[in-house]
């Protein structure tokens, strides 16, 4: 019989949790409880330090091919609002990133039609000569899976051809919920789950360590959330790839689905980040993506299991679309002061979770 009292002995065993014991747990009405198991599972991990880093979001263009119904980023080619930098523009932010002491940039952006793969490959290399100590994380697996089909290489060429330019590693984005009836519903021109998990597993085994996102709160149920958990923890096992999984809470004021979607709640968002962080055993780091929780709930949920709230971004443009009422950037003494008043140690970080300084 699944109940708290044997899901929780299995925590406190080190054991590991099975689908239908994490579906208990989201049907669960005492919060406090599944958020104590996953405070202690974090703890034994990763003691009282919450991680961040010094980053900065660039989105080369909003043009896609795809409209996927939840996202209010992409643009047709001269819709209004439609954009595409120049690489000098590119380059300026990535300039003004490392002057501002940024160790990383975060390059993800629409899926444009007349772009040439040659032109992200002359990105990367732009960037790495402007400001060579930035760490270059870029490209989703449906951007990767784009790349081979516009150039005719094969996923692996591609991969191998963008770290030679300058790629460090991956971000996790484009994963949505990977059971195909939502992704039908949601994102039916978008790559299948299956297909994003190949992608991410050859990212992988080139060497590239990659990030894992869930969009929820949105059609699915917590039934395609555990599958979609169970997914990731599956290639988890095989390739150790994953950094961090970072469950992004839908925002529904500017997409096509806000009509029928309200979005999360505070309880949702906090139970969700504590169901991950009990069930994602093979996970080091569970983040709260503050952009779309605000920093508030992200604050509280240091005591739901999650050890890490991303960075300072700058200029956030994905979320801030679709209707998040967040700022556009924290600033570094704002991140560590949100940590320090959770009763936990800030520590700055690189994107592969070297500590650069605790505070």
Not at 61 to 67: A, D, E, P, Q
Request: aromatic share 6%; proline share 3%; glycine share 8%.
């Amino acid at each position: 019989m699944i109940n708290l009292e044997t899901i929780s002995a299995k925590v406190r065993a080190c054991q590991r949790i099975t689908p239908d014991e994490a579906l208990f747990l989201f049907s669960s009405g005492d919060l406090l409880a599944v958020g104590e198991l996953a405070a202690l599972a974090n703890e034994r991990r990763n003691g009282k330090n919450v991680y961040f880093n010094v980053n900065r979001h660039i989105n080369p263009t909003n043009v896609c091919v795809n409209r996927c119904a939840f996202c209010a980023f992409s643009r047709t080619a001269g819709e209004d609002g439609a954009y595409t930098m120049a690489l000098d523009e590119i380059c300026r932010r990535a300039r003004e990133a490392d002057d501002e002491g940024a160790t990383e940039v975060h390059i993800v952006g629409g899926l444009h039609p007349d772009l040439a793969f040659e032109f992200y490959e002359e990105a990367l290399r732009a960037i790495r000569h402007t400001a060579p100590s930035l760490h270059v994380k870029a490209f989703t697996a449906v951007e990767i899976e784009y790349f081979s089909r516009i150039s005719g290489l094969t996923i692996e060429q591609v991969l191998q051809r963008l770290m030679a330019a300058g790629l460090g590693s991956m971000p996790g984005g484009g994963a949505e919920i990977l059971v195909e009836e939502v992704r039908r519903k949601i994102c039916p021109e978008k790559i299948s789950g299956e297909r994003w998990l190949e992608i991410i597993r050859t990212a992988h085994l080139a060497g590239l360590k990659t990030n894992a996102t869930m969009l929820y709160g949105h059609v699915e149920n917590t039934a395609d959330r555990v599958a979609h958990m169970e997914m990731l923890r599956t290639l988890q096992d095989e390739t150790g790839g994953f950094q961090a999984f970072i469950p992004l809470a839908f925002q529904p004021e500017n997409s096509a689905l806000k009509l029928d979607i309200t979005g999360t709640s505070g309880v949702d968002d906090l139970k969700t980040l504590a169901i991950a962080r009990i069930f994602l055993d093979n996970f080091d780091h569970i983040k709260a993506y503050w952009i779309m929780l605000g920093e508030k709930i992200a604050q509280v949920s240091l005591a739901f299991g999650v050890n890490d709230l991303d960075g300072t971004v700058v200029e956030e443009k994905i979320g801030h679309d679709a209707g998040a009422q967040t700022p556009q950037a924290l600033t570094k003494e704002g991140i560590i002061r949100l940590i320090r008043k959770a009763d936990k140690i800030p520590v700055e970080r690189d994107t592969l979770y070297h500590p650069i300084r605790s505070f």
